[in-house]
């Protein structure tokens, strides 16, 4: 019994002198996007205008925590743009963003743009019918090269109300669809430099507005370069380009 005891003391007295070192600090890397509060991108589009993408804050909006992202000045004033949002949150595998205010915002300032010029100098006011919003699945993780999968899709319908007078309702809908093709993995430049590590992604945003019996439908084509642990460094479209010109990831 007592040699027992004196090997549990040796064991004992070498792990306590062994706790007296150091230990070599480890690197630690952002998330695969990056999502810590004050992390910020800079972009700039080809004819010079310029904005800044912030994380500021974490919000709850129906049961989840999302950050949100604050856009200066506002990007709706530039364009409407689904895939640069105000708030996103991570799952384990999955990168999700809420769009319900760039939805909202398109349905109250360019959809009615549709009937004011049938009824021009009337007064023309949005009445939306209740939805459950869905999320847009931008990323699955890990990223699949020529996965090809539907990232969106949302009806919304509800009345153009003229005059404020409740009796005179234009019924309309409104169908956002918006697909995700992962093109492939390879470099690109920006201003800040060239990654050679960047997924290529290309979005289908679909959309059909229909006011009485008139359909019209919008197709826009996005590609985003979006690099691991820095974030989207550039987007292009038939509108122009967007280039990451500074950033900061937390």
Known sequence: MRTIYIFLY?????LACGSDEIPTPTETKPNYFPDAIGSTWVYRSLDGIQWTWSIKEEKTIEDFVYLYIET????????????????LRSSE????????????YYIHNKLPEHVKEEFSGLDVKVEINPISFPELLFLEIPITTNKQSEIYNI???????????????IPFEVHIKINCEVIGERSVDTPVGEFDRAYQLEYQ???INTV????????LKQTIWFVPYVGIVKIEDER??????????Q
Request: glycine content about 2%.
């Open 240 to 249: 122009g380009v967007l280039e990451l010109i500074e950033y900061q990831v």
């Open 10 to 14: 040796s064991v004992l007295l070498i």
């Open 155 to 169: 009806k919304i319908d509800g009345n153009f109300i003229l005059q404020d007078l409740v009796l005179l309702k």
């Open 212 to 219: 009485f019996s008139d359909e019209k439908s919008t197709k």
């Open 205 to 207: 945003i679909d959309t």
């Open 72 to 87: 200066s000045p506002t990007l709706a004033l530039y364009h409407c743009d689904y895939l640069l949002p105000n708030f």
């Open 93 to 104: 595998n999955q990168i999700l963003f809420n769009i319900r205010d760039r939805i909202d």
